[in-house]
């Protein structure tokens, strides 16, 4: 590796530090280009530009990895919990039993909403989007827990533990409340004794006499739903969530900016998104073909949904965890969903096509995830919420990276100026 690099400007060479990760990964320093020369980096959309260190999460998107805090995403599906990985990516390492236990017995104690909280329910409209909903709900975490949020890091990072507990418990708690306010259901509360995922599908979906009881693959598949939506390094929404807590920025309040970001269509709106795809493809009797032929015109709006990634150049390993999961799933719940054979066709189509053959357009988490929350009874405009609930551990330790970086600074980017140049007022009657 070399170990510096620079910038020529005409004759002159501005040598810059070279930077490398624990995984090889390279990068130039270029904090100091602009005060040195004068040129800032033009990267739009920041595909290429490193923001931050990072210990949480390492993605390799031209070989398809992806591990949290080291451990290969597919040994923690197969082996691990959504409770135990959320452990895992916020404090770095694997629970001891006793730190599982207690993590856990936090997370119970704070699964209920406040009933003052609960009175913000009443203010939506019943058919309010869900993602809206839950963005200002959570936000309002920070005026009901105001002595967790007090925006001050100092303070924040001493009452971190708990307040993460909230952030992910409640945010849970809200998810299911938003589902029952909008079918008219009475909430249903959480219940101390049952675990995370099984506390959850309770809230959702038992009834005040006929309580619900999730079948162990169930729980088993929202485990591992929750558990691969975890972090996913820098997308849109950890970034979101890093830029505003970069401004000390209480935790509640950032996680409520990066439910924002979340709920883009490009971005985790693309699940709900993929299951309109496959149920119009189902309803027309087409096999895809002109969903495809449409992709491919290169328009945005016509984008085959649920393929293709910011930085996957390869199968999103998630998309192969959650497709096999999706299909296993079914099976054991003896459902038949006609779904999964138009995905699987749409998939197996693609890989035969060059435009997504030589653009490395592959099938992202988003492809299958909504097959399986449908399974489980979860309704599609229901499904960005999950992946918030998913994401949370990944915002809660992003957000934790930016407050405990003592030497971080606020996130301000710079632009390239395209737009008039000087100009002088003209009063409104001298205007054609
Ligand atoms: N269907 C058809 N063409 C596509 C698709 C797609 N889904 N995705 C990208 N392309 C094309 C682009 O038009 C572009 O073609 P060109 O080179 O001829 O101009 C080429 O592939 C490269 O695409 P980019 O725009 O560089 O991809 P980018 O990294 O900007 O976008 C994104 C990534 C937003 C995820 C995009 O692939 C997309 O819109 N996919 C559909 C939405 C989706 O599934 N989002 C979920 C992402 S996963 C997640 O957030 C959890």
Redesign the pocket.
């Known amino acids: 590796m070399p170990h510096t690099a620079s910038v020529k400007l005409d004759d002159k060479e501005f040598p810059l530090p070279v930077m490398q990760g624990s995984e090889g990964e390279l990068a130039i320093d270029t904090r100091k280009l602009r005060t040195e020369t004068g040129y800032i980096c033009y990267d739009q ?1 920041y ?1 290429n530009t490193g923001s931050c260190e990072s210990k949480v999460t390492f993605l390799d998107g031209d070989n398809g990895i992806l591990r949290y805090r080291g451990y290969p995403i597919e040994q923690l599906a197969e082996k691990s919990d959504f409770v135990e990985t959320a452990y895992l990516v916020i404090y770095g390492e694997l629970p001891t039993p006793a730190q599982r236990k207690a993590f856990g017995l936090l997370l119970r104690q704070n699964a209920a909403v406040e009933t003052q909280m609960q009175r913000i329910f009443e203010g939506f409209p019943v058919e309010a989007p869900p993602m809206a909903m839950l963005t200002s709900i959570v936000a309002s975490m920070a005026s009901h827990h105001s002595e967790l949020a007090t925006n001050n890091f100092e303070k924040d990072l001493q009452n971190f533990d708990l307040a993460a507990a909230m952030a992910i418990s409640k945010t849970r708690t809200i998810a299911a409340m938003i589902y029952r306010y909008q079918k008219g259901k009475p909430y249903i509360y959480p219940k101390q004794d049952l675990p995370f995922c099984e506390n959850f599908l309770h809230m959702m979906f038992s009834e005040p006499y006929k309580e619900y009881i999730a079948e162990p693959e169930v729980a088993r598949a929202l485990n591992l739903l929750l558990l691969l ?1 975890a972090d ?1 390094e820098q ?2 929404s950890t970034s979101t969530v890093r830029t505003v807590g970069s401004s000390a920025a209480n935790l509640f309040t950032s996680i409520a900016a990066g439910i924002c970001a ?1 709920s883009g ?7 709900g ?2 299951l309109q795809m496959l149920q119009t493809i189902h309803d027309e009797g087409d096999d895809g073909t002109r969903f495809i032929a449409a ?2 015109s ?1 328009s ?1 709006s ?10 996957y150049r390869n199968f ?1 390993p998630r998309a192969r965890i959650i497709g096999k999961a999706a299909e296993d799933v079914l099976k054991k719940l003896g459902i038949k969903d006609p779904l999964l054979d138009i995905a699987r066709n749409l998939e197996q189509a693609t890989l035969k096509d060059d ?2 053959v030589s ?1 490395k ?1 592959y099938p ?4 299958y995830s909504g097959i399986i929350m449908r399974a489980l009874g979860i309704p599609t405009n229901m499904f960005t919420v999950l ?1 918030a609930v998913g994401r949370s551990p990944g915002w809660i330790a992003n957000w934790h990276e930016v407050a405990s970086n003592a030497k971080g600074r606020i996130y301000r980017p710079r632009q390239i100026y395209v737009g008039h140049t000087k100009r002088d007022y003209v009063p409104i009657d001298q205007r054609a």
């Open positions: 959309g595909g939506h996913h997308n849109c979340l269509p490009l971005h985790g709106g693309a699940n998104a993929v992709a491919k290169g945005k016509n984008r085959l949904m649920g393929f293709g990634h910011a930085v999103d435009y997504f653009r357009l992202n988490v988003d492809f992946f």
